[in-house]
């Protein structure tokens, strides 16, 4: 989709009520309640953070967004694609302000570039214990990306028909604490295999989008 089209369907969006849990069930995992309840008392301290669904023309004005391979690292989120964003710092004035900075150090969007289209529904994240909102967000010109070494494997480039194509959903398996493996719903977006609370607000935005286009 040319970019133009896009932001002429995205002018839309602050009338489309969020799908909000209807959209994230799809792609839960099954044992995500499991760790919700083990993690009762310490979600009452939980982190905030933010992160972009930053959606961009590139050179030839088709619509894309961008998501980033995290570093392989001793962590829960080794080794695996999520939004670019962070975790809120004291200047940040809010979660908002937090997602554009880190979007800025972690692929290099300046940010005086990015607009805050919409927020989404907020997702919590048991084995970091972080509330994660996600905002959806544009850059009217083709970023020159710019990733962080020390946390950015690979920036990863999605076609705006790609991600939006049914036969991108998937399923993983991953082994439980218990050793016993299961299927995780997930999408495959250029090659990579998208699962948990990332996988849960993409949902979210593809389903607005949908509605929309």
């Known amino acids: 989709m040319k970019f133009d089209e896009f932001l002429k369907s995205i002018s839309k969006i602050e009338n489309i ?12 995992p099954p044992f995500r ?10 979600k009452k301290k939980a982190k905030e953070a933010g992160v972009l669904a930053l959606f961009y023309p590139d050179l030839e004005h088709q619509t894309k967004l961008v998501l980033i391979l995290r570093k392989t690292y001793k962590g829960v989120h080794s080794a695996q694609v999520g ?14 302000d937090a997602a554009v900075r880190e979007t ?10 990015i607009e805050v289209i919409k927020q989404l529904t907020q997702v919590y994240i048991p084995p970091s214990n972080f509330n994660v909102q996600p905002f959806i ?10 990733k962080e070494e020390a946390e950015v494997e690979q920036i990863i480039e999605v076609d705006l028909p790609h991600f939006l194509d ?6 993983k398996k991953l082994k439980t604490s218990y050793s016993v493996e299961v299927e995780v719903p997930a999408f ?5 295999i998208v699962w948990g609370a990332t996988a849960m607000m993409l949902s979210e935005i593809k389903d ?5 286009m």
């Open 17 to 28: 009520p969020l799908p909000a849990e209807a959209s994230q069930f799809k792609m839960v």
């Open 137 to 146: 967000a544009i850059t009217r010109k083709m970023p020159s990306f710019i």
């Open 188 to 192: 495959k977006l250029n090659g990579h």
């Open 208 to 212: 607005i989008l949908k509605q929309l």
């Open 166 to 171: 049914d036969k991108v959903l998937t399923s």
């Open 33 to 42: 309640q499991e760790l919700i309840k083990r993690q009762k008392v310490a």
């Open 104 to 113: 800025f150090e972690e692929v290099g969007v300046p940010l005086n570039t």
């Open 83 to 96: 939004f670019p964003g962070g975790k809120l710092e004291p200047q940040d004035k809010s979660l908002k």
